[in-house]
């Protein structure tokens, strides 16, 4: 029986062990929160997994960096946002900016703490609390918070998980694999429903 899942796994894992693993991470960390749709934590769970000794330096570099990425997202949204609205709408994200816009007047600060901390695209809401001129401070405090509680709770599940978790994973990868891949089937099918 093929084992994609597995293999894929330790081709991550391999990864994560690079030297330059941290620079990575760090890279995706700004990129994701202001314009790439790969989340941060594909890359921090196998680099905690592999060096659990390094999990909460890996949780502050993912923070960091993601505030910073929100920062430049901010931007984008303060000073570019005529020049950006047609990418968002060919991206599929036109709807979900309008919602982001609509989260904003109703909650403010607590629209991003929420998209910071959840798997809501947080580059859209970055993008957005830009172009609805947000303050500033506010949208710091909110992003240090809502990125920080993420990834220091995806480090802290690994990190306390360790061979345990490890041995599972490796054990159950592939029917999880499998069964995020049947998930993600029926979504499309029932989306064009």
């Known amino acids: 029986?093929?084992?994609?899942?597995?293999?894929?796994?330790?081709?991550?894992?391999?990864?994560?062990?690079?030297?330059?693993?941290?620079?990575?991470?760090?890279?995706?960390?700004?990129?994701?929160?202001?314009?790439?749709?790969?989340?941060?934590?594909v890359m921090l769970a196998p680099m905690?997994?592999?060096?659990?000794?390094?999990?909460?330096?890996?949780?502050?570099?993912?923070?960091?960096?993601?505030?910073?990425?929100?920062?430049?997202?901010?931007?984008?949204?303060?000073?570019?946002?005529?020049?950006?609205?047609p990418w968002l709408g060919k991206f599929g994200y036109a709807a979900t900016f309008e919602r982001a816009q609509g989260w904003f007047i109703a909650w403010g600060f607590w629209a991003i703490l929420a998209a910071g901390f959840s798997p809501i695209p947080y580059k859209i809401f970055t993008i957005a609390a830009g172009a609805m001129s947000m303050l500033l401070v506010p949208f710091m405090l909110a992003s240090v918070a809502g990125r920080g509680a993420r990834f220091f709770l995806v480090a802290a599940l690994i990190y306390w998980?360790?061979?345990?978790?490890?041995?599972?994973?490796?054990?159950?990868?592939?029917?999880?694999?499998?069964?995020?891949?049947?998930?993600?089937?029926?979504?499309?099918l029932v989306l064009r429903i």
């Open 1 to 41: 029986m093929r084992r994609p899942f597995s293999r894929l796994l330790e081709l991550v894992l391999g990864w994560s062990r690079h030297p330059h693993a941290p620079w990575y991470l760090g890279g995706l960390s700004f990129a994701e929160s202001s314009f790439f749709p790969i989340p941060p934590d």
């Open 48 to 85: 905690v997994l592999a060096r659990r000794d390094r999990a909460w330096h890996y949780a502050l570099l993912t923070t960091v960096m993601s505030v910073i990425g929100g920062l430049a997202g901010f931007l984008i949204g303060a000073l570019a946002i005529d020049w950006i609205m």
């Open 161 to 188: 998980g360790g061979e345990p978790f490890e041995r599972n994973l490796r054990r159950y990868v592939d029917v999880l694999g499998w069964i995020v891949v049947g998930i993600i089937i029926f979504l499309i």
